[in-house]
């Protein structure tokens, strides 16, 4: 999970099992204050593991989707969950969200987001949201192949 110094700014990723052990800032090393909701997502995965999940790939992150954690931002800022470094993405370019069992995606950007779902025509999303399922990879802000460095991959695990 991604994690943000309080006292720096800097974006920490927490490790579910580091959640326990007081994790400090790469930066400043202070200590790094975990939202109670991180927490208790955390133990909530420990005992039962979410049955629906969405996991997303860019370059060498890796973020999981599901009832216990049902959001996650992409774009240019550093802020988001997922950063990607473009003059194309804009600072809040969209957001997958898990609700009512299923996974959207939801554009909030200028340039788009080109979607493509495995055995379906590519399309390119603009202001508005789409249910995903299978896998498939995703654009930020132009179209992108399959193995692009800036390609998004994501599966769908039920």
Same mark, same amino acid.
């Given at each position: 999970?991604?994690?943000? %110094?309080?006292? %720096?700014? =800097?974006?920490? @990723? @927490? $490790? ?8 400090? %800032?790469?930066? %400043? ?25 969405? +996991?997303?790939?860019?370059? +060498? ?5 599901? =009832? ?9 800022? /550093?802020?988001?969950?997922?950063? @990607?470094?473009?003059? /194309?993405?804009?600072?809040? &370019?969209?957001?997958? $969200?898990?609700? /009512?069992? $299923?996974? @959207? ?20 999303? /603009? ?22 460095? $800036?390609?998004? &991959?994501?599966?769908? &695990?039920?």
């Amino acid at each position: 999970m991604i994690i943000f %110094c309080e006292e %720096c700014g =800097q974006r920490n @990723v @927490v $490790e579910p099992e580091d959640i326990d052990k007081e994790p400090r %800032c790469s930066s %400043c090393k202070d200590k790094l204050r975990i939202p109670v909701t991180a927490q208790s997502a955390h133990k909530a995965v420990q005992v039962s593991g979410p049955k629906n999940r969405l +996991e997303l790939k860019f370059k +060498e992150d890796v973020i999981e989707i599901s =009832q216990n954690r049902p959001s996650v931002t992409m774009g240019r800022q /550093r802020y988001n969950d997922l950063v @990607v470094e473009d003059n /194309r993405v804009s600072r809040s &370019h969209a957001r997958f $969200e898990y609700r /009512r069992n $299923e996974f @959207v995606l939801i554009d909030q950007s200028t340039n788009g987001t080109y979607v493509f779902v495995k055995g379906k025509k590519g399309m390119n999303l /603009r202001q508005d949201e789409l249910p995903l399922n299978g896998s498939g990879f995703i654009g930020l802000g132009r179209k992108v192949a399959s193995n692009s460095p $800036e390609a998004i &991959h994501f599966i769908i &695990h039920n």
